[in-house]
């Protein structure tokens, strides 16, 4: 059984950083991609970021590139997400997925992700 558990969620003044951790267990990710997708109030689930769990291929949503990371520790089996400069519309509750598909595409559509974690709240003030 996949679990997906987000952690380090809370509230920053804009301009603020936070770091996101999602701890995977319960399958062997090495063909996985790893994502985080969010979702504000009265708006779609929507990508922000995912990588491939072997190699060094990621892909960013066009709104946070420059500024969000994502970044992956093999030995405690997190992938993480480094915010900075953060703004109030990045205000959001952040999903952790992952999606079993192997092939060389990384997925960045809800639908294409099989595992999701409960989700963490992230809050940007102005």
């Known amino acids: 059984q996949v679990q997906l558990v987000e952690s380090g969620g809370g509230l920053v003044q804009a301009g603020g950083s936070l770091r996101l951790s999602c701890t995977a267990s319960?399958?062997?990710?090495?063909?996985?991609?790893l994502g985080w997708f969010r979702q504000a109030p009265g708006k779609e689930r929507e990508f922000v970021a995912a990588?491939?769990?072997?190699?060094?291929?990621?892909l960013y949503a066009d709104s946070v590139k420059g500024r969000f990371t994502i970044s992956r520790d093999n030995a405690k089996n997190t992938v993480d997400l480094q915010m900075n400069s953060l703004k109030p519309e990045d205000t959001a509750v952040y999903y952790c997925?992952?999606?079993?598909?192997?092939?060389?595409?990384?997925?960045?559509?809800?639908?294409?992700?099989?595992?999701w974690g409960q989700g963490i709240q992230v809050t940007v003030s102005s």
């Open positions: 997925a992952a999606d079993s598909n192997s092939g060389v595409i990384i997925a960045t559509y809800r639908h294409e992700y099989d595992y």
């Open positions: 319960g399958r062997t990710f090495s063909t996985y991609t």
């Open positions: 990588l491939k769990w072997s190699g060094s291929r990621s």
